[in-house]
């Protein structure tokens, strides 16, 4: 039901691009053919850390069928990055990590591909290896980046090694406040690597055209990511590459090239095409991906909490340590998240947490899906029921006791605006079972075995990068946006044509969102971040105005009237109030050729204007709760969720079924990050679960239903007060389930993921099996 | 050495050549160029290839191509009536079960043949049909709505 | 790769004769069609789906014949294997997935030898035979003596398995198959656990008990010492512990990418433990005291 001001927004219509997806039209990166096209293929580093002492591309070349074989050597001498320029896309000198790409080939066939890629010789020099990112911090570590700096900004006196970036959280004198705590519970928690593993693989495509510029056609999340740099890593100016995007088969920040150093297989790709003069497409494997692709890093948190013995929390010390991975990619900005968010959401006074982002032989971390928060929530959201304990108190009526309220700061956020925290741990409380008793909630009888627990979270939402949006109304009506954002599930499809639909009154089957071409789309950062409704939700809605200006201008004449009295309904320009004065909306549209050419509205989100808007007003971030029933097997460890609540401010929800969409995929996954997901490694840096049949996605039988709850009445600073919700359910649940393990057995698991064995463990050490 | 697989998709019969390592899905995918079968793990772990073969669901990619001679093959090209969605299809619209598609006809396969047995799924038919479709997007709450929302179509429940 | 499709089994023995160590059998595929695309691609082929008369399940007055070609959902499926081993068709219900089942062979996955194989302990403890073809001649082999280690059996490079005898458990006889998995049945089994207890006439007392685990040993094996505990005896709290205690130690588990050996043991215990108190139960209706 859409709310009564508006015509669309606030209803689930089909989702543009179903059609196509369930009769199983070619549309993905994957489905892509080009004529003449050659296969490609990338030759990997087989250490997790070496000198390359020599390359021999000889024999490979000389295979029929090969037409290019390139190294480090055929490509410019520019390096990549994000947080630092740390990384050829073509291994040169080192390799750091078992996926760092060595060599690639373009061949005729995905067999002569193969055969060549085992004819380069590569000579490598191992070194010493550095998995567990602590142990990279030591001075005695090898050094995985001779030539980059260690942050200017490290305490003094520090002395560590291979530290990427540094972060400090400092408020008020928790030392003090900490000695003057009545409790105070010291705990360390971890978590480890996991891949995003979306289910379509990557893929680029390159061809040169006549003109000599290059296209690249990417299932990439941030074309213009890729356009910057294959643009760079080839040398060539920004016109002439151009970037078309296809529909992605998933991606949650793993897809996300240009805006992290993550795999840069377009650049790879688009050297082989110049280099054999034929389209060259790569398609990478499943396995492949998981071992060379970006990923969501593994941190080890430190957290101290001093509270008084009526539950006010008074004092939180912490350190975290993160793990980049080989190369600075997202490290450091996902890091010093997850050390913002140790600092936790609730009211700190006296704060200081240390964040430290390191390098280890392994893969790059990525922004995949909250990057750094998921991590962070273990450790607060575990750790606020271990006080709740000490405290005597029930986890509900702990937490409540420490919500920020309106006009509050917490980490991160100088002032808040409005806060729907408190709501939604009461909602969520409720909805699980917990009976509210004065200020206690008490919570339901549970069998055998079962616990209940929950967890809250919060996303730092902030003003990112900002992204533009075109509006086309063409000559008949119907309506064509272009932003910079793709679709993989997300906003572009599902919002966004609600909001052009409502400000031009067309029906959403009038509007088309296209896909991104670089040529001709606004830039954008990507599709990342939940900003996708904010960004281009806010772009498109200024763009739609824009354009309906237009058309009211140019109708205001003949239909005698103030553009101001003008308004659109069922594609017919009218005057308010006397809807027998009208024009068709097709014939102001056609008209424009004559006036102003085409009607083009054009839009912004404006960066400085939010982040004015919210130092005025303060912000309004979009918390959760989630709250779930375990049963746990004593004998094996096993966890079975049994009831999985999720309860969430999404300020106002623009297409309704797409958020809960996106909430019930994130809670999914971070169920899976909880319960069965983890990348693991041996000694040396290799990974030993890429494929599917041991790096353990959840199936349909472990999935409980996941019960989404809105609460509303929090706008926030998206498009009609929306606020993105494509990260924010990946959070709390991994808190959720290992207190409501902690319920049910007594054990506290510091440690993820909260399998079978890891929880047999934890009660065996507990005497409790 | 090449193998010439005359089979049958959709009710219509092809006739191509395939090597003897060729799989299933790479016959359909890269030489009959139906792309609605989806290439994801290809190591039969994840279901987003998956076909009817003889009547029965099965991951094409670890399928050779050489067992399609004789065979009649469903893929999920072959499930609309002209314009008209197949029922399955139509409620994964519906639901909001398609979020970026990827699983999608894997999922819509699996799910016409459990329906096509029974209208009535208990929880552990749905498990039984679609525990070997994975998703990574709707975290399966919407699928499981979409299941029920056409099988109550199916049965004329809706 | 060259590729053949025998038409009989002197055909395809002939085959595997000619070509030794460079041939390959092939039924569903589902294992061989990974290995070609992600190991070695064999120097030849040979699929075996086209042999006549081994794709049936046959009862055969105190046992069930079935062909190795026999599909895991074919046995799921069969209301003859449901009703009479229910140890086998529990394993061949917590196959992969459905898509799986429909074309992997119970052949296939005694073939493999692979000690998490979930069909091979159940034959190990309803103590099938194995029917092999050579080119000297045929072989029978009870399936505890047909595997020899990981991917290695009776078969060998050069025979072909023409058909599973499995004879009906004795009146009186309760079996259970418990995988342990993190997900369920899509999983490998991290350790499987086949066990069936047969009670006296007066239900008091275990005539016969037998334990076969899987994924714990470079073969599938019994838990030998675990069954001559239990022989005998009636079936106690005190003796089910020190069974599955027992049944712990019998076993050889490694540490993988999967689990450790540690917790392997504990599974083991775990799962002899259920087992034997859901066949006493099923057996003699009371609970183990």
Redesign the interface.
Known sequence: MAKAEYTVLGTSPARMGGVERVIGKGIYGIDLALKDELHGGILRSQYAHAKIVSIDTSEARKLPGVHAVVTAVDAPDVRYGRTYIDRYMLAKNKVRYMGDPVAAVAADSPAIVKQALKKIKVVYEPLPVVIDQEEAMKPEAPTLHDDMPLPKNLPEGVKVKNVCSYTVVHVGDPDKAMAEADVVVDEVYETKMIHPQYLEPRIAAAQVEPDGRITVWANAQAPFGVRTDVARLLGVPLNRVRVLSTELGGGFGGKASGITSGAAIEPICALLAVKATRPVMIVLDKAEETISTTIRSGAKMYIKTGVKKDGTIVARTGKVVYDAGAYSGFGAMAGARCTNMLGGWYLMPNCHIDGYVVYTNKQVCGPVRGPGGPQAAFAVESHMDSLAAKLGMDPVEFRLKNTPKAGDKIVGVPKLRDVSLDETITTAAEKIGFKQVGAQFIAPALGKNQGIGIATGSWIESAGPGGGAVVKVNEDGSVTVHIGKIDMGTAPRFGIPLIAAEELGVPVSDVTVVNVDTDASPWDAGTVGSRAIIVSGTATKLAAIDARNQLFKMAASQLEASPDDLEIKDKQIRVKGTPSKSVALATIATNAHNVIGEVIGRGYCDNLAMMAEEKAHGNSPPFTTHACIVEVSPDTGNVKILKYVAVHDVGFPIHPVAVEGQIEGATAMSIGQALCEQVVFDNNGRTMNPSFVDYLMPTINMMPRIETTLVHGYPGAGPYGAKGAGEIACVPPMAAIANAIYNATGVRIHKLPLSPENVLRGLKAAGKA | MSLTINTTINGTPVSASAEPSTSLLEFLRDTLEYKGTKLCCNTGECGACTIIFNGKPINSCVTMAADAIGAQITTIEGLADGDTLHPVQQAFIDTGAVQCGYCTPGYIISVKVLLDRTTKPTAEDIEEAVSGNICRCTGYTKIVDAIQLAADRMAGRS | ???F?PKTVSEALALLAQHGAEAKV?AG??DV??D???KE?PGC?V?I?KLPGLGAIQANGGSLRIGPLVTI?DIETNALAREKLPVLWEACHQF?????R??ATIGGNICRASPSGETLAPLLVLEAKAKMAFPDGEKTEPFTSFFQGPGKSSVGAKGLLTGIDVPYPAPGSHGVYLK?A???????AMVGVAVMVTTNAAKNSLQDARIGLGAVAPTPIRATKTEALLRGKPLTAALVKEAAAMAAAESSPIS?????AE?RR??V???T??GLEQTWKAATGKEVV
């Not at chain 3, 992969?96 to 799986?100: D, E, F, G, P, V």
């Not at chain 3, 993190?182 to 490998?188: E, F, H, N, S, T």
């Not at chain 3, 993988?256 to 450790?260: K, L």
């Open positions: 790769m060259d590729y499709e092939i595929g589902t069609m990974v070609i695309k992600y691609e082929l699929n789906k959902h992969a997935s459905l898509q799986i429909n074309t342990h993190v997900r369920g049945a899509m999983d490998i993988d990418q999967r689990s450790s917790y504990w599974i215990e775990a799962l433990r259920r």
